[in-house]
């Protein structure tokens, strides 16, 4: 047999060989692409996910509410303050100043009410006084009319008595307006609240909370961050000072396409994982809102699609993820860090509007400069009436 005849018998073998190859391989890219048909239709189907997601919270500017120099500072950035904690000293000088002079001015008010009592009182006594003098004055012209009947005194006597009687009603009388006029200012009410007691006592009420307020505490408990004042410096009222990141209580706002919202509800679970951490770490969320328009909607300069250079582009809407309280005390996240996030949207029972809510945050470390200036008038009262401080 010559070697070009046996060349054909050697490539067959060859040929099968290479059409099982390609047989085994387009089966194994046919399962594969079942496999993946049958995953995505299991787990994938209900599933949107971004990595167009970052950390948001609350950033809590702690400003001056009153004019002042900086005297000292309690607070630098990356310190952790608790709500309450002294941050800023201002020079409470002026401010004692101020104070001194209005619980001056109350005290001598409440003294002036006290005359305004007493001379009521003493307005009362003279007006029966007068009227004791109308009564004799009406006995002596009765006595005398009957004397006068026997011809026992003259006309002129009685004319006397006459006038007498006339001059002491009118005496009653300017006495009765004297005791109306004095106990129109006083009567119906204590000293306490009286209208001058009350107008003094704001007046120390608002020079308490001027010198209360230079000092300034934390209003929440955080993190502090932008602390931009300085010892020495002069703040006006609402001069931003440094801001308070409240580290527990921190979400995730996640930009998902307008195309991924449709099957999107408040309430579905999320898996959101931080740059930070990697995917060693996962966090439990839930979305508990949406945005009210997309990013270009609320940016500086908006898109004007309304003109010819119009060009679609896919926008995307914020939706809010809460996140688990201890995950994050275990694993904390700061403020603007990027995070991957899925949710799950299989269940649609939740609502695309989120309910009312009622108070978002508060805090209640303003509160006791109201209790403590009540208490201080209260006992300014006191001290200039003899009764007892409540």
Known sequence: ?????????????ESSARGRAFS????????????????WFMFLRNTESTDDAYVGGHLVA???????????VGADDTNTVTAGQVLVRLDPADAQVG????????????????????TVSQYKASEASRRADVAKARDDLARR????????????????????????????????QQTAAAAAMVEGIDIAHHPDVENAAAKVRDAYLALARTTIPAPVAGTVARRSVQVGSRVNPGAPMMSIVTLDQVWVDANFKESQLADMRIGQPAEVEADLYGDKVAFRGKVIGFGAGTGSAFALLPAQNATGNWVKVVQRVPVRIALD??????????????????????????????????????????????????????????????????
Not at 63 to 69: E, K, S
Not at 343 to 356: F, S, Y
Not at 366 to 371: A, C, K, L
């Open 99 to 118: 104070l001194e002079q209005a619980e001056s001015a109350l005290a001598r008010t409440v003294r002036q009410v006290r005359t305004q009592l007493a």
């Open 62 to 72: 702690v400003t001056a509410q009153v004019a002042g120099t900086v005297i000292a």
């Open 24 to 39: 085994i391989i387009a089966l194994i890219i046919v399962v594969g692409a079942v496999a993946w048909g049958v995953y």
């Open 145 to 176: 009319r009957r004397l006068a009947q026997s011809g026992a005194i003259s006309e002129e006597e009685l004319r006397h008595a006459t006038e007498s009687l006339r001059s002491a009603e009118a005496a009653s009388t300017a006495a009765e």
């Open 325 to 390: 309280a201890k995950e994050l005390t275990d694993h904390p996240l700061a403020v603007g860090l990027s995070m991957h996030v899925k949710v799950d949207t299989k269940e649609q029972g939740g609502n695309r509007i989120a309910p009312t809510p009622g108070t978002v945050t508060e805090t209640k470390v303003f509160e006791e400069f109201g209790d403590k200036a009540n208490a201080r008038i209260a006992a300014i009262i006191a001290a200039h009436t003899g009764a007892p401080a409540h």
């Open 1 to 13: 047999m010559t070697e070009a005849s046996a060349r054909p018998l050697t490539s067959q073998p």
